[in-house]
């Protein structure tokens, strides 16, 4: 009897280990259209290769159910061919959230990284260590996973994320002899180096802060809740309004806008939301994007409606 429990006992476990799973839900896509050098078959290695090293890694100690990983995208666009194992590259990185009673998934991060050079032979093994700089292409993906897993976890708890984005920081600090661009303080103000020194600045703590009220305190509870929801993204929009007038321009505020000023237009251009709503989410994403002006008028149009429990929008490109 004893020996039919400890069996029972390990089949458990087996089965329960099989219902966790890794933090992310990658998914990698490589555009090379001007090849002289090397086969597109090394770019599509390269394509499987990172998707399962972003999503077979693990990067905290949390344990995930399957349906709780985040769902993300790299964008890889191949500039140009340095040489048969050197390459010039811009990626662009997407991360989304589930809302509550709702099929929709709200864009968390929708940035593009244009400073990157990396080094790849095919079928190499893709390493990583967190305590040292082994190569500009893991250290790039690491970085970004750590930020998405950051993001996610500030919208779940106030400032919940900050253990994950000084990991991305670390990735940083210890990228700091690397040849390449993109890691260090001098030559960009839109760089790695400063977006996660924004996010954990004590400046910014109101705004990510806000990510919290945004995302717990309102896209969760549009569907229970609308007019309590709209209150708290307006508020939200105050706290990162707030910071913008402290240090304007800054990275992290501008990521703020390119994954949510879409999603802000969508939410307060129902007909159905008072006036006064629209104008308090019209005059702060004004202040914070004064550039589309004419994108935010539309909240104040009396035209389209949105869909039963859901949120419509997705968000515009990244800078």
């Known amino acids: 009897m004893r020996y039919i429990i400890t069996i029972l006992c390990l089949c458990l476990c087996m089965m329960t280990k099989s219902l966790l799973a890794q933090e992310l839900n ?3 896509i490589i555009q090379a259209p001007k090849l002289k050098l090397v086969s597109p078959k090394v770019f599509k290695t390269l394509e499987n290769e990172i998707q399962a090293f972003l999503n077979q890694q693990k990067w905290t100690n949390d344990q995930f159910k399957q349906e709780e990983r985040i769902e993300c995208s790299f964008l890889i666009s191949i500039i140009d061919e340095l040489s048969p194992t050197s390459f010039q590259a811009k990626v662009t990185v997407q991360s989304n959230r ?8 709200t864009l968390l991060l929708n940035h593009q990284d244009k400073d990157w050079t990396f080094q790849y032979v095919e079928y190499e ?3 990583f260590n967190d305590n040292a700089y082994l190569s500009e292409l893991t250290s790039l993906l690491a970085f970004y996973a750590y930020l998405i897993i950051g993001l996610d976890y500030d919208t ?12 991305a920081q ?9 040849p390449s661009k993109g890691w260090k303080a001098f030559g960009s103000t839109r760089n790695r180096y400063w977006m996660v020194e924004n996010l954990l600045d004590k400046k910014f703590e109101p705004m990510r802060r806000g990510l919290y009220e945004y995302h717990r305190k309102g896209l969760d509870m549009m569907y229970d809740k609308p007019d309590i929801a709209r209150r708290s993204i307006i508020k939200s ?4 309004q707030g910071v913008h007038k402290n240090v304007p321009n800054s ?5 703020f806008i390119n994954a949510k000023g879409d999603e802000v237009i969508n939410v307060f251009s129902d007909p159905k939301v008072p006036v006064s709503d629209k104008m308090k989410a019209f005059n702060a994403m004004v202040a914070l ?3 589309n002006l004419q994108l935010y008028e539309s909240i104040n149009k009396k035209t389209g409606a949105l869909p039963p429990g859901g949120i419509p929008g997705r968000g515009r490109g990244g800078k």
């Open 156 to 167: 779940f708890a106030p400032l919940g994320g900050k253990a994950n984005l000084v990991k």
């Open 289 to 291: 994007d004064p550039a």
């Open 251 to 255: 990275m992290g505020v501008n990521a």
């Open 237 to 240: 929009l105050g706290m990162v």
């Open 26 to 28: 990658a998914k990698v």
């Open 98 to 105: 589930p809302v509550f009673n709702s099929s929709y998934n």
């Open 170 to 178: 670390e990735v940083v600090t210890q990228a700091q002899n690397s």
């Open 125 to 127: 093994p893709l390493e």
